[in-house]
């Protein structure tokens, strides 16, 4: 671990926490786009953390300890996971303090804690909330390491970096295997990132909410971290789907001049990607909560089937 | 001079442990001498025997030949690395529970402090004894004795028909389980008369017979340890028992099955077959799936953790089931990443359950409650506890950083890299076997969540609460010790690794340490860093840098003011704590999607009751599928038997008459 490679790091972590609020401004205004109304200026996310910032936390008298360490501690979560997940380099100092499996359990681990902070009031929304994200997390993280299991054994690797190195540098070859992760990928990614058609973020509409109702007791820096934390998880998941689908242009060493080149197709792939994920929510209608189960459970499927696929089909490729 | 040898040394612990016990009986009403001098004492034991295990593993095996016993049939006793990696497991985790057992144990609970004294040391002694043992004789003596003494154990509250019930349970399918595994051992002397496991490590059983005692002893420990259709007990005895003795059954004694287990299937059965390895995987699957739902749709939080310890066997089970598959097919590697699973997973498990086990025991003592729908709001009361099960909770999930997810990973990268396998069936059955695994993990996060959220977070639902008071000193102690054990499994993996490697070795002939040994401390890279890589300390230190970073920053360039104020409540005033969502309420979407998987009893209000209440009862399909058929069986046999006696004399001499002519015919010369 040396000098320039720790710099790198730390640029890869900055670049992600100012680039993940300005994907979920981009994703905000496509969908405002896509359904005629007025756009919110594709900084609005900066301009509500700054005012969140500024403003007082108001505890419920109810609140404990935990209460308060959770949303740091779920910010901590997602920096972490963004360090892991290869954005512009696959040969980073963090990339092998974790692999995808322990990446997931990062995501899992922030769930919990938010999940637990929204239990602590007391009130009826947040045990509510807390118990859907659990059940969400519990459907879709299995799946969500089916797809991962399938990449890991087309490269021979759990490791994020050597998987994104196989599949960036393989000959050019369909894996159906891969088709069927990708879309399990994408069904699980729009469930844990709260979005239509499992969870809308622009609601409050108390019977349909999820995300929501566990931060409704939030406020303040409290509440702007956790929303900070919204946008890099789905800036992580963003950057883990283009590292496992669409891997082409990750530079390979630790460079500087490397990884500056490999900033604008970054910004290219997360801004097509963010414009479809506006797509999927703008064509879909949020389901009830207990068909979620079933969305879920096709990602589970299909992600089993690209397993199988892999196992049966693609043994010999 | 003879010198000390390391099993001299655990002999002594033994000894040493009877002694604590039987010091009891001397003052058997004096609680404070018996909390405060006999615990600490046997906890000292503990930590003997935990670092004299860790010293030997490793070392040459050593034997003794104890001169009790039978005339001709002395104790046969050895110290190896497999028994070493137990021991170590006893010992430090014994420590912890008696330190919080010296500060739990009161006056007027069932049983007299001394009598719960010996026989807490007894239960110590023989569960060192059964890792100990190198004869069939010694193993059953000892774990009979395990079974009495932790039978006795469970029992303390007999007051309680329920109790004596579940007790009663308990001891009935501990020795069904015993007869089976004394069935095993009698199958593997193969008529040679000779009890000793060096003996049958000599034999060469066919294959009938060599699978034949396999199956008796996974029946046989199965029930010790709690593998469906046999886990019945399970639930049913650990509410029963106080919660130090809950800790360490099922942090210690559940594992001791674990251990005969595999000194059966991998030491004295030589070669496995492939199948056995598909059975124990897939008993092993059914029980952890079925343990974990049926422990998030639990309403008392012991029985919640009873079943979570089903789970884990399960998950153990599997781990064991992959590493004789592997090592059936001569896949060494794979097979010492399995059992290095399986082995972490008994420390791991070991660690966060009686820690858990342990917090419930405190939230018991300071509010007389048991049911989760009415605790709530004890880390306002409680923090110390409610911090420490934080620990256990996380570990039981299996998130990172802490003990459980090492195993798990583990697991998982074994199960990853299976494809290779010869036979082409099992190739597609391990990934959905993994992806059960992988479902099963994240149920088991739900059920933490209900647990500690109910217990510990959202509003008092009892007035009663406000009085509760945090565990004592010797508690937090206790629970300090177990949570430092879970949180440093969590970290140093690869010197923890570096060590089981010993017991891994000596059981398949390879382990983990040559590929392992290049990388340093802080990196746990089974395989190669290129295939995969954890580094706990570096993922620690990440969130807990970002978290003070986070937090300095916020406060200096922003401030960090806060005010108090009422919780939202929806322009509806009249919200109390009974808004909060109930234990039943919180495994609801559970009970939705896995419906067939329980039988419930559900009672609905209708829209006109005057006063409305609605119940839930969930309840094992076991029960009414296999034991009361099983018992109704068994009851019809015996009637039939009183039909053979009369009550009358003349019927009995009659009896006596007609067997003496036949005997006289049969037997002519």
């Known amino acids: ?317 | 001079m003879p010198t000390l040898l390391p099993i001299d040394t655990l002999l002594i612990a033994v000894c040493a442990w009877l002694a604590v016990g039987l010091a009891g009986l001397v003052a058997p009403r004096n609680t404070r001498f018996i909390a405060k001098t006999l615990f600490p004492a046997g906890a000292l034991v503990g930590m003997l025997v935990g670092f004299v295990s860790l010293g030997s593993l490793g070392a040459a095996p050593e034997t003794a030949v104890l001169a009790i016993g039978l005339p001709d049939l002395p104790f046969h006793l050895r110290l190896d690395s497999l028994t070493a990696i137990f021991g170590v497991l006893l010992g430090f985790i014994s420590v912890g529970i008696s330190i919080f057992a010296a500060g739990y144990f009161r006056e007027g609970e069932g049983t007299a402090p001394g009598l719960l004294c010996l026989e807490y040391h007894a239960f110590l002694a023989s569960m060192l004894m059964v890792l100990l043992a190198d004869d069939a004789y010694a193993f059953m003596v000892a774990w009979e004795s395990m079974a009495l003494a932790s039978f006795f154990l469970v029992t303390t509250n007999h007051q309680h028909a329920e109790i004596r019930r579940a007790g009663y349970l308990y001891l009935l399918i501990a020795h069904v389980g015993a007869i089976s595994i004394l069935l095993s051992f009698g199958v593997m002397t193969a008529n040679s008369g000779d009890y000793t496991f060096s003996g049958m490590r000599g034999q060469h059983l066919s294959s009938f017979w060599a699978s034949a005692a396999y199956l008796l002893a996974l029946f046989g420990f199965g029930a010790k340890a709690g593998l469906v259709p046999v886990h019945v007990w399970l639930p049913e005895a650990h509410p029963a028992a106080p919660s130090p003795v809950s800790a360490m059954m099922s942090g210690v004694m559940l594992k001791t099955a674990i251990y005969g287990l595999l000194r059966v299937s991998f030491d004295l059965l030589g070669s496995p077959i492939w199948w056995w390895g598909v059975v124990a995987l897939g008993v092993g699957l059914v029980t952890a799936l079925f343990g974990v739902l049926y422990s998030t749709v639990q309403s008392d939080m012991k029985r919640l953790l009873a079943y979570s310890s089903i789970e884990n066997i399960g998950l153990i089970a599997v781990g064991i089931g992959l590493t004789l598959i592997f090592h059936s097919y001569r896949m060494e590697a794979l097979a010492a990443l399995a059992m290095t699973a399986v082995l972490y997973h008994c420390l791991a498990h070991a660690g966060f359950k009686s820690l858990l086990f342990l917090c419930t025991g405190s939230v018991l003592h300071a509010t007389k409650e048991r049911s989760l729908g009415k605790l709530g709001g004890l880390i306002h009361r409680m923090p110390w506890v409610a911090w420490l099960a934080l620990a256990g909770v996380i570990a039981s999930a299996g998130l990172p950083p802490l003990s459980g997810f090492i195993s798990e990973w583990l697991l998982l990268q074994a199960f990853l890299f299976s494809p290779g396998l010869p036979h082409p069936w099992l190739n597609m059955i391990v990934p959905v076997a993994a992806a059960l695994v992988v479902l099963v993990a994240a149920l088991a996060g739900f059920a933490m969540v209900k647990f500690y959220g109910i217990i510990f977070l959202g509003q008092m639902r009892e007035e009663s609460l406000k009085d509760a008071h945090d565990a004592g000193w010797w508690e937090r102690a206790g629970l300090i010790w177990l949570a430092l054990i879970t949180l440093c499994l969590g970290i140093f993996p690869s010197s923890v690794i570096l060590r089981i490697d010993a017991a891994t070795r000596q059981l398949l002939g390879t382990g983990l340490s040559e590929r392992m040994a290049d990388h340093g401390w802080w990196m746990l890279a089974p395989i190669s860093v290129e295939r995969a890589s954890y580094q706990p300390l570096v993922f620690l230190a990440v969130i807990v840098a970002s978290v003070l970073l986070g937090r300095q920053l916020v406060h200096h360039l922003y401030h960090g003011r806060t005010r108090r104020s009422a919780a939202w409540d929806c322009g509806y005033f009249f919200q109390g704590p009974r808004a909060q969502d109930t234990a039943e309420g919180f495994s609801q979407p559970i009970r939705r999607i896995f419906e067939p998987m329980f039988r419930l009893t559900r009672h609905f209000p209708t829209a006109r009751d005057t006063q409305p209440y609605y119940s839930v009862k969930v309840e094992d399909h076991f029960w009414h599928w296999l034991y009361l058929p099983l018992a109704r069986l068994v009851g019809g046999i015996s009637g039939l038997i009183t039909l053979l006696q009369g009550g009358r004399i003349a019927i009995y001499l009659l009896y006596s008459f007609i067997t003496l002519i036949l005997l006289l015919l049969v037997a002519r010369p």
């Open chain 1, 1 to 317: 671990m040396n000098i320039s490679g720790l710099l790198a790091q730390l640029f890869a972590i900055v670049m992600a926490l100012f680039l993940a609020p300005l994907l979920t401004g981009w994703v905000g205004q496509c969908r405002a786009w896509l359904q005629s109304r007025t756009a919110p200026p594709l900084l609005q996310p900066y301009y509500m953390l700054h005012k969140l910032f500024h403003k007082d936390v108001v505890l419920a008298h109810g609140a404990s300890s935990l209460f308060r360490v959770a949303p740091f501690v779920v910010f901590g979560c997602m920096v972490l996971a963004c360090a892991i997940v290869p954005t512009l380099s696959t040969d980073l100092p963090f990339a092998p303090a974790a692999d995808t499996i322990a990446l997931v359990g990062v995501f899992g681990l922030a769930r919990v804690f938010i999940s637990l902070a929204a239990m602590d009031i007391g009130t009826s929304f947040g045990s509510l909330g807390g118990r859907r994200e659990m059940l969400v997390g519990f459907l879709a993280e299995p799946a969500l390491l089916m797809v991962i299991f399938t990449t890991a054994m087309i490269s021979q690797s759990t490791s994020v970096a050597t998987i994104v190195e196989t599949l960036a540098h393989r000959e050019f070859a369909i894996y159906p295997s891969l088709a069927f992760a990708g879309i399990a990928f994408t069904f699980v990614s729009l469930a844990e990132n709260a979005r239509v058609p499992v969870d809308n973020p622009a609601t409050h509409l108390e019977l349909t909410m999820i995300h929501e109702a566990m931060i409704l007791e939030y406020s303040g820096r409290h509440l702007a971290l956790i929303e900070w934390a919204a946008s890099l998880k789905l800036y992580a998941y963003s950057c883990l789907g283009l590292a496992l689908f669409f891997p082409w242009g990750v530079a390979a060493g630790d460079s500087f001049p490397a990884m500056l080149a490999a900033i604008p197709l970054l910004l290219l792939k997360l801004s097509i990607g963010g414009f479809l994920l506006a797509v999927i929510e703008t064509v879909n209608a949020k389901m009830r909560i207990f068909r979620a189960p079933e969305f879920l459970g096709t990602a589970f499927l299909l992600a089993v089937l690209g397993l199988l696929v892999r196992l049966l089909l693609e043994t010999r490729v």
